[in-house]
Nanobody, 120 residues
Framework: QVDLVESGGRPVQAGGSLKLSCAALGHTTCDYTMNWYRQAPGKEREFVARIDEYDNAEYADVVKGRFTISQSDARPEVYLEMNMLRAEDTAMYYC??????????????WGQGTQVTVSS
């Protein structure tokens, strides 16, 4: 079982920056990626960024060049540095751990979210 705890969300003006953190508490036998998703009011949850154990990162097109995902060496924490924020980045941001064990068991854990509000 893994508990994910996000932090760092707050109101910010357009053009500003924020750094979100996600602490992973617990243990898993899965090989996994750490992911950030977001959900704006009235919209479906959407993928933002992911990072694997080799520090390979992927980004949604809408955040490429503005957001950077990183993780600590021991992988208990993953970060999302957000620059040049726009009003449309306003959303609840969720941390996700997703992967599979060698037996095929799927690990899929979510945090409670941290709110980012960008004012124009």
């Amino acid at each position: 079982q893994v508990d994910l705890v996000e932090s760092g969300g707050r109101p910010v003006q357009a053009g500003g920056s924020l750094k979100l953190s996600c602490a992973a508490l617990g243990h898993t036998t899965c090989d996994y990626t750490m992911n950030w998703y977001r959900q704006a009011p009235g919209k479906e949850r959407e993928f933002v960024a992911r990072i694997d154990e080799y520090d390979n990162a992927e980004y949604a097109d809408v955040v490429k060049g503005r957001f950077t995902i990183s993780q600590s060496d021991a992988r208990p924490e993953v970060y999302l540095e957000m620059n040049m924020l726009r009003a449309e980045d306003t959303a609840m941001y969720y941390c996700n751990l997703h992967g599979h064990s060698y037996t095929g068991y799927e690990c899929n854990y979510w945090g409670q979210g941290t709110q980012v509000t960008v004012s124009s």
